[in-house]
């Protein structure tokens, strides 16, 4: 029988031009603002180029499900089990300042545990886990490294565009859609300004209240797929602290995020899209939304947190020693597209700098108890 679904080959990726000497490119200002970010940032830490700011690490557990439909049932995904796993809830920012000050974008890194077979990663094949780093929106600013090199400059400098109030918006606006003038006008980035305002505008919500998405393609197996996490529709409408108020605080996201783990537990939805047709859902154009009428989302797994308490400085510690690589994944369900290949060097290469800087040890986990166990998130009464 014959899937109505696009089967994974290697040559639904496409070798863009310069691609090696962008990524270089790419590492050099990151490396730049990661060791600049020591004193530029306020922490004394050396912080991320993105999602620099977290808002707490959750201890949690996947359970992948059983009786899935062959076409979903792929890669990790064909055997049904459970797994703990660690997440990592942050702000798309570079910066670590008040929240009112780092925008709407919030992520969610996912780690899961005791995942058999090697990962993509040269330097740690055997770690046996695998991550996820999704954003809450279905869809990305940026298509091509070319173009990521003028958007990450433009990313790096906002506070000192939008420092300038309406005339600065104004000029940040004009450089992202002309690449800084770089581009000719049959080239201007109007997808990737346009997917920018979209997910800058995201709602102001706990950040429990998002749903999450891989933004690039991956491999899921035979197939081509997109992978998102829902929140539970009965989990969040349990939630008590919905809305974030910028103007109320400078920390609202944390306190938010604390405050339900702490009174109860929390699930989302592990979900599949499958790829169904090139043309209309893409592997290199991340600023198009894969439209579900042709291939809906379909769960796989869920994601559960037991109530926790994550309110202790510590937790932030133990958070920010971790790292989280799109990468880390076994073959079958490798990242595609150029944007998702530059990510591989570009987080490794961060990870080492960070990880130095901050005279942390780099060393992946092998269990979850080994960064939060159980016993010391438990909720007093």
């Not at 150029?338 to 591989?344: D, E, G, L, P, T």
């Not at 080492?352 to 901050?358: A, G, I, M, V, Y």
Request: aromatic residues 10%; negative net charge; hydrophobic residues 40%.
């Amino acid at each position: 029988m014959t899937s109505r679904f696009i089967a994974y080959t290697p040559d639904v990726e496409i070798v863009e031009p310069h691609f090696e000497e962008n990524v270089r490119i790419v590492i050099e200002r990151m490396e730049r603002y990661i060791t600049g970010s020591v004193t530029a940032e306020g922490t004394g830490q050396a912080v991320r180029d993105a999602h620099a700011k977290g808002y707490g690490l959750v201890r949690g557990e996947v359970e992948i499900l059983g009786g899935l439909p062959q076409e979903y049932a792929q890669g990790v995904y064909a055997t049904p089990g459970r797994h703990d796993a660690l997440v990592r809830f942050s702000n798309g920012s570079p910066h670590a300042g008040a929240d009112a000050h780092l925008g709407r974008a919030t992520g969610l890194a996912l780690k899961m545990f005791d995942i058999d077979g090697p990962t993509l990663l040269e330097d740690e094949p055997d770690s046996r886990t695998f991550d996820y780093n999704t954003i809450n929106a279905p869809v990305f600013f940026c298509n091509t490294l070319q173009h990521y090199l003028f958007i990450q400059e433009l990313f790096l400098q906002a506070a000192a565009y939008f420092a300038e109030g309406k005339r600065g918006r104004h000029r940040f606006y004009r450089d992202y859609v002309t690449g800084k003038g770089t581009l000719e006008p049959e080239d201007w980035a109007w997808e990737e300004f346009l997917t920018f305002l979209t997910v800058s505008q995201r709602p102001l919500v706990n950040v429990l209240l998002s749903t999450y998405t891989t933004m690039g393609a991956v491999r899921h197996g035979d197939y081509i797929a997109k992978l998102r996490l829902a929140p539970d529709p009965a989990c969040a409408a349990a939630v008590v602290e919905r809305q974030i108020d910028l103007t109320s605080a400078a920390e609202v996201f944390r306190p938010a995020l604390v405050a339900e783990l702490r009174e109860r537990p929390y699930a989302f939805d592990i979900q599949v899209q499958l790829c169904a047709d090139l043309k209309r859902m893409p592997v290199e154009d991340l600023t198009v939304e894969w439209p579900e009428q042709l291939s809906p989302y379909v769960t796989v797994a869920k994601l559960r947190f037991p109530r926790q308490d994550i309110s202790r400085e510590e937790n932030l510690t133990r958070m920010d020693a971790l790292s989280f690589t799109p990468w880390r994944v076994p073959a079958a369900h490798r990242p595609l597209g150029s944007i998702m290949r530059a990510r591989k060097e570009v987080y490794r290469r961060s990870s080492l700098l960070r990880h130095q800087l901050n005279q942390q040890e780099r060393r992946e986990p092998r269990t979850a108890d080994e960064v939060l166990p159980l016993k010391a998130t438990s909720p007093g009464r």
